[in-house]
């Protein structure tokens, strides 16, 4: 059974840093795109970026470059999100999730199962 | 605010059929697939449909999507209590060169 199972909620303050980890099994990690989702207090869903654990091969949307740090620790079958400097917006759940297994396809993955997502709060 | 265009609710009886739209543009649905996502309150997303029209294993044939120019849409027939959710449809966007979804379509069953 695929599995993704996130780091539990975490509370930080403006300016601090932070990496959060969605560990997977169930599947052939190296082959299958991770994607990375972020949803805002009674949002809906934001795509942040995927990464091909394979080799790292790492896309962010846009308005996600320079903000965080998407990558992957294929020993222990594990992805991250990390910031670097956390600032109140960045309040949100965060979502992993498995994608397809064509490298080369991006653009038509589909993503699922989902973990359960990780709350970060951000408060002074 | 998204490229994508769904409305914001919708609703139905049980037993009825409902359909949400997507409307996007040339750049996105019209070129590129279309995929469904499911978020029950309080749970993480679920896979609905992929490729357009493509359900995955365990998704019932009550659910299924189609797609017409820079348009999409999501049917459920039967509905039912359990379909109260929010409905998000997502699509790689070639001008944003990056995915996205759309606002979110919240799902009651009266």
């Known amino acids: 059974e695929v599995q993704l199972v996130q780091s539990g909620p975490v509370v930080k303050k403006p300016g601090e840093s932070l990496r959060i980890a969605c560990k997977a099994s169930?599947?052939?990690?190296?082959?299958?795109?991770i994607a990375w989702v972020r949803q805002l207090p009674g949002k809906g869903l934001e795509w942040m970026g995927i990464i091909y654990p394979g080799d790292s091969y790492t896309r962010y949307i846009p308005s996600f470059q320079g903000q965080v740090t998407i990558s992957v620790d294929k020993s222990i079958t594990t992805a991250y999100l990390q910031w670097s400097s956390l600032t109140a917006s960045d309040t949100a759940k965060y979502y992993c999730a498995v994608g397809g297994s064509d490298k080369s396809n991006y653009y038509a993955l589909a993503i699922g199962p989902w973990g359960q997502g990780t709350l970060v709060t951000v408060s002074s | 605010q998204s490229v994508l265009t769904q409305p914001p609710s919708a609703s139905g009886t049980p037993g009825q059929r409902v359909t949400i739209s997507c409307s996007g543009s040339?750049?996105?649905?019209?070129?590129?697939?279309v995929n469904w996502y499911q978020q029950v309150p309080g749970t993480a997303p679920k896979l609905l449909i992929f490729?357009?029209?493509q359900r995955p294993p365990g998704v019932p044939d009550r659910f299924s999507g189609s797609k017409s120019d820079t348009s999409a849409s999501l049917a459920i027939s039967g509905l039912q209590s359990e379909d109260e959710a929010h409905y998000y449809c997502?699509?790689?966007?070639?001008?944003?060169?990056?995915?996205?979804f759309g606002g979110g379509t919240k799902l009651t069953v009266l």
């Open positions: 169930g599947y052939n990690f190296a082959n299958h795109w």
């Open positions: 997502s699509v790689w966007d070639d001008s944003l060169n990056g995915h996205v």
């Open positions: 490729s357009n029209r």
């Open positions: 040339s750049s996105n649905i019209g070129n590129n697939l």
